[in-house]
């Protein structure tokens, strides 16, 4: 799926970057754990701790009404990461992994935000999902769900031709 999304980010000119909270990089990680991902990956950070989301660019009146397991974090870390990464598509992931309830909120809540840019097209996706597994369990169904909605979504909007066969006549 990886190397499938390479492709289609490669034929639409498009680069990737990630902001992870819960994931701690492990999106960035698989990404880069494919070869090809130098052609598309433009970078990542991670942004774990309060601090660092504000220093990313989430604002503090966000985390202090929504927490920072929230939509409304998922969207500045997303909306953040195409303005201080170079790319167009970008990720941002926050949540609680385990394994206990964190801001109130239950393990397994996850935010995961999309932001897709190029000529006149800009589509944020938001997603909230409450998934099951220990730690690394939702923190390896967070990202597998990234990239397959990634793709979902670029290909939703840049739908691929259709080859048509040019059928010879036969006499």
Known sequence: MIQQLFKK?????????????????????????VPGASNVFSGGAVTYSNTSKIKFGVSEETLKEHGAI???????????????????????????????????????????SIIIKKDNIEKLYNYRLNLDGDRAMIREQCVNFGIKTIMDKLMELFPEEEVQEKEENKD
């Open 9 to 33: 980010l490669e034929k639409e000119g498009l680069q990737l970057s990630s902001v992870e909270s819960l994931t701690g990089g492990l999106f960035a990680a698989s990404i880069t754990s």
């Open 70 to 112: 929230s939509k409304e974090t998922a969207v500045e870390m997303v909306k953040a990461c195409v303005q201080n990464l170079p790319s167009q598509v970008a990720i941002s992931f926050t949540g609680n992994a385990g394994p206990s309830a964190s801001e109130g909120k239950v393990v397994g809540l996850v935010y995961i």
